[in-house]
């Protein structure tokens, strides 16, 4: 893992009670670059058992409840997370919360897809936005673009390629939820780098791999060590040219 995290005085990751999320709390603080505060959110935090041992060892870890398709649940957390960073502001968020709604073109229907809209979409949106104030605070204190000042990181999916999916790759996973939630998340993405980009806050897509997880499945060729050790060499790398990029964890660009 890069060194650039030591740079960077607060990291916040929703979804840190299992899978990706939690992999990435735990790889960031025992690493050798490890940021000031890495603020972990979970819906139910009591129930994250493995979170809470881990921030029973190690005191840079706060845990703040989150559940990001609930507005009111959103801003509170918010209001917890300037508490901890105050006047620094937050360098680093890392939208890594989702879901996925398996359902093919017979058997999906409107509420599914909504579901994983509001998840994987819509959150990241409402998350950023609210947090927005503490981010510009952090971008305020810094110059250049990267995690040492301020940045977006949303962990999106080659999966959300409109591209992609097509030829050899067309009779994979057939999940029109998850599908098109990772497609407008890209959208998203694109849309804030444009916006954000004058505040040098950097905005960037990222997809982790295929890993075995809850979500994965145990088919997946990636573990959540390997996959993460690269997608956090990756967010520590990130500068100005790779604002509203769409990444593979490897750091290759990945096309829309």
């Known amino acids: 893992m890069t060194d650039a995290f030591k740079n960077c005085k ?14 990435m709390v735990e790889t960031l603080v025992t690493g050798n670059s490890s940021p000031g ?6 819906r139910n935090p009591p129930g994250a058992k493995e979170l809470q041992s881990l921030a029973g060892k190690y005191p840079q ?12 649940s959103i801003e509170s957390a918010a209001k917890e997370v300037e508490q901890l960073v105050q006047e620094d502001g937050l360098n680093c968020l890392i939208n890594n919360a989702g879901i996925n709604v398996v359902a093919n073109f017979e058997t999906v229907t409107a509420e599914q897809m909504l579901e994983n809209f509001h998840t994987n ?7 950023t936005k609210a947090f927005l ?9 810094g110059s250049g673009m990267g995690i040492h000042r301020a940045a977006v990181i949303n962990i999106t999916s080659l999966l959300g390629s409109v591209e992609l999916y097509w030829g050899d790759r067309a009779d994979t996973f057939k999940w029109y939820p998850y599908r098109t939630s990772k497609s407008a998340l890209n959208m998203v993405t694109r849309c804030m780098a444009v916006d954000l980009h004058h505040e040098g806050i950097l905005v960037m897509a990222l997809h982790p791999g295929w890993v ?11 573990s959540t060590e390997e996959s993460i050790s690269s997608v956090l060499s990756v967010i520590g790398e990130l500068t100005e040219e790779h604002h509203g990029s769409f990444l593979h964890y490897t750091g290759e660009p990945l096309p829309w």
């Open 10 to 23: 607060s990291v916040m990751i929703t979804g840190a009670s299992r899978g990706l999320g939690l992999q």
């Open 37 to 42: 505060k890495i603020i972990a959110t979970a």
């Open 61 to 72: 870890i706060h845990i703040i409840t989150l559940d990001v398709i609930n507005q009111q």
């Open 121 to 127: 979409s819509v959150a990241p949106l409402m998350i």
């Open 133 to 141: 104030p503490l981010l510009r605070r952090a971008a305020a204190r």
């Open 212 to 222: 075995r997880t809850d979500m994965g499945g145990q088919e997946a060729p990636l």
